[in-house]
């Protein structure tokens, strides 16, 4: 049995709510992944980003402008 789980492709969605100012860009390219809290600030329900969203997570993340998002890899 393989334990691993290094071929799935997925990531982890990593949000710096103290830099995030609510323009809601990242969860209108991506509402999978990032949502917005009632205060409008960004928040991941999930922070494993299945492979077939990762493509658009990053997207998500690089279209924000205060640069509050990172798609970085699994660890463990
Ligand atoms: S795009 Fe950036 S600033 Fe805008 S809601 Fe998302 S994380 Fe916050």
């Known amino acids: 049995m393989n334990s691993g789980d290094e071929s799935t492709g997925a ?5 710096d709510r103290g830099a995030c100012c609510g323009y809601g860009v990242c969860a209108e390219i991506c509402p999978e992944v990032f949502k917005l809290d009632e205060a409008g600030l960004v928040y991941v329900e999930d922070d494993i980003v299945p492979a077939e969203l990762v493509e658009r997570a990053k997207e998500g ?16």
Request: proline residues 10%; negative net charge.
């Open 11 to 15: 990531m982890r969605a990593v949000a």
């Open 61 to 76: 993340s690089e279209a924000c402008p205060q640069v509050a998002l990172q798609i970085v890899p699994l660890e463990g």
